[in-house]
């Protein structure tokens, strides 16, 4: 929270932009809104988050105005060892606001390649900026100004706004990492021709991928992206439960098979959608989990062969195949044989599992 040695103004806009950044956004959304917010607290003829790879000589900037051409940004990047404040933070990892105009005079300053190339082009005669602690890039907030020289005011204004952006930063860098691998799961998912629905804590729909929406809205015609469909939601049953439903859902519309699956993930849980055009049982049992190996001897144990028996079709040890069988029972949450069997003609049906 701001501290109120700051003039009232100051403490009540520190309080808006602050209030502001305890929303969740990604980083690029930050990034953005940053540069939005700052002029409100210090006049500046421009702002930008910039992040500089200094190993690689790359930068990235949100600036506001944008006004920096390409050329420019290359040239910032080539002259970047003349930027006093980046130096200083190099040398002792102090990320406090400090100006350009702290460590150079105007004749210094003008003399530096990053001011003739850079500096002088967008008419600042003077910078002050910030550091945000990442251990891969320098992160600088960074404020022209056209004239020399910042007030303590605004330099105890910056200073009391940065750990609330330190810590927007950490949030939106979670943020993103989540969305990402959401959105890689989801990618994979899709890839394998089944559809993704997240669950909330509450069992409500929290995200649809567009097949698990296109495949849901075929079967179930009065379909709310709000709320499952009555068949599933019956299914999964109350929310509060320990254990998940022990087989998954599977529902017959003549030749073709709607199988949901349930997973459970850290506060929420995923529903995978899969629709099959034939009784491919082996394939709607290795969707579960087995692998190509377990579905063939479960699907043989199943039609009555003996593990012996199995073992001589399969030119394999009985020893092998009790591995195998045991495998897929603890796979598929079974305890014996009679289930398995029960299990593998529900899925040659259609029919949905009341286990």
Request: proline letters at 6%.
């Amino acid at each position: 929270m701001p501290s109120l040695s700051v003039p009232r103004a100051d403490f009540d806009a520190l309080l808006r932009a602050v209030g502001s950044l305890a929303e969740f956004r990604d980083l690029d959304a930050l990034r953005h809104h940053a540069v939005g917010i700052i002029p409100s607290l210090v006049p500046t003829n421009g702002v930008a988050w910039n992040e500089v790879d200094t190993e690689r000589g790359r930068i990235e900037a949100v600036m506001e105005p944008d006004i920096v051409s390409e050329e420019l940004s290359t040239a910032f990047a080539a002259h970047i060892a003349d930027h006093p404040v980046i130096a200083h933070y190099s040398a002792t990892d102090d990320g406090r606001p400090y100006a350009i105009s702290d460590f150079l005079s105007t004749r210094e300053f003008h003399a530096t390649e990053i001011y003739q190339h850079f500096y002088r082009q967008l008419g600042a005669e003077d910078q002050i900026a910030f550091i945000l602690p990442d251990p891969r890039f320098v992160i600088g907030i960074a404020l022209n100004r056209a004239r020399r020289g910042y007030s303590e005011r605004e330099r105890q204004i910056l200073n009391e706004l940065r750990p609330h952006l330190v810590q927007a930063y950490r949030n939106a860098e979670d943020f993103s990492r989540l969305q990402r691998s959401a959105a890689g799961m989801e990618a994979l998912v899709e890839q394998g021709g089944e559809g993704l629905v997240l669950l909330d804590r509450s069992g409500s729909p929290e995200h649809w991928s567009p097949r698990a929406q296109d495949t849901f809205g075929r079967w179930f015609s009065d379909l709310n992206p709000g709320r499952l469909p009555e068949e599933v939601f019956a299914w999964l049953g109350d929310p509060q439960r320990v254990a998940a439903p022990p087989a998954p859902l599977l529902i017959d519309r003549g030749d073709r098979h709607l199988m949901v699956r349930h997973v459970p993930v850290p506060d929420g849980e995923v529903l995978l959608i899969s629709e099959v055009h034939s009784d491919l049982t082996s394939t709607l049992l290795c969707r579960l989990g087995l692998t190509r190996r377990e579905a063939e001897i479960l699907m043989l144990l199943t039609d009555g062969h003996t593990i012996a028996v199995s073992a001589s079709r399969l030119g394999i040890s009985p020893r092998t195949v009790e591995k195998h069988i045991q495998r897929g029972y603890s796979k598929l949450g079974l305890d014996n044989r009679v289930a398995a069997t029960n299990l593998v003609r529900q899925l040659e049906r259609g029919f949905p599992s009341r286990n």
